[in-house]
T-cell receptor, first 119, second 115 residues
């Protein structure tokens, strides 16, 4: 079974600062996906960024980037030039990729980090 | 462009009552799933389906039933609600070509309170 650990229950930074959210995971799988989801107060789960484990290059999406360290099983999210609209819960998630029906048993989520962007 | 639609968004039940949470998607996704979100617990998988007529259990299936008679719909049934089922429920879907295509699309969630 996989586990995902987010060690920061809450973080607070000033607008325009850079913030890094940490995530570690434990798995015996070699092929998998990693995700960061954002959940604003509206409750909608929004995909922020994803990383395929076989890709060495770190994924980036505008102000969001990841630092994927496969050997260390670490997958941190960096938000640059943070904005008030970035205030939300952020969840790190794992999905296995290999084998028949890979990923059908869904995402394994961390417990989340509540990020607050202060004006 | 509806995506994944869940109804109702809010529901209050008494212990022992039954109800169905509806989920519909218009993206022709083969894969559909139900999660529950509890404070401090993240999201946990209840049941999932990889196509019409096929369902399977996730991490926390007890107390819930599902069926998948069409590609579009994946209802979640609580046969006898218990206070432990107070939670926010999310439906999510994806393409499935032998494996989940790497991104789940979520509904807006349904908040259920069992008294």
């Amino acid at each position: 079974a996989q586990t995902v650990t987010q060690s920061q229950p809450e973080m607070s930074v000033q607008e325009a600062e850079t913030v890094t959210l940490s995530c570690t995971y434990d798995t015996s799988e070699n092929n998998y996906y990693l995700f960061w989801y954002k959940q604003p107060p509206s409750r909608q789960m929004i995909l922020v960024i994803r990383q395929e484990a076989y890709k060495q290059q770190n994924a980036t999406e505008n102000r969001f980037s990841v630092n994927f360290q496969k050997a260390a099983k670490s997958f941190s999210l960096k938000i640059s030039d943070s904005q008030l609209g970035d205030t939300a819960m952020y969840f790190c998630a794992f999905m296995k990729h290999s084998g028949g029906g890979g990923g059908a048993d869904g995402l394994t989520f961390g417990k989340g980090t509540h990020l607050i962007i202060q004006p | 462009n509806a995506g994944v639609t869940q109804t109702p968004k809010f529901q209050v039940l008494k212990t022992g009552q039954s109800m169905t949470l509806q989920c519909a998607q218009d993206m022709n996704h083969e894969y559909m799933s139900w999660y529950r979100q509890d404070p401090g617990m993240g999201l946990r998988l209840i049941h999932y389906s990889v196509g019409a007529g096929i369902t399977d259990q996730g991490e926390v299936p007890n107390g819930y039933n599902v069926s998948r008679s069409t590609t579009e719909d994946f209802p979640l049934r609580l046969l006898s609600a218990a206070p432990s089922q107070t939670s926010v429920y999310f439906c999510a879907s994806s393409f499935f070509l032998g494996l989940v295509a790497g991104e789940l699309f979520f509904g807006e969630g349904s908040r259920l309170t069992v008294l």
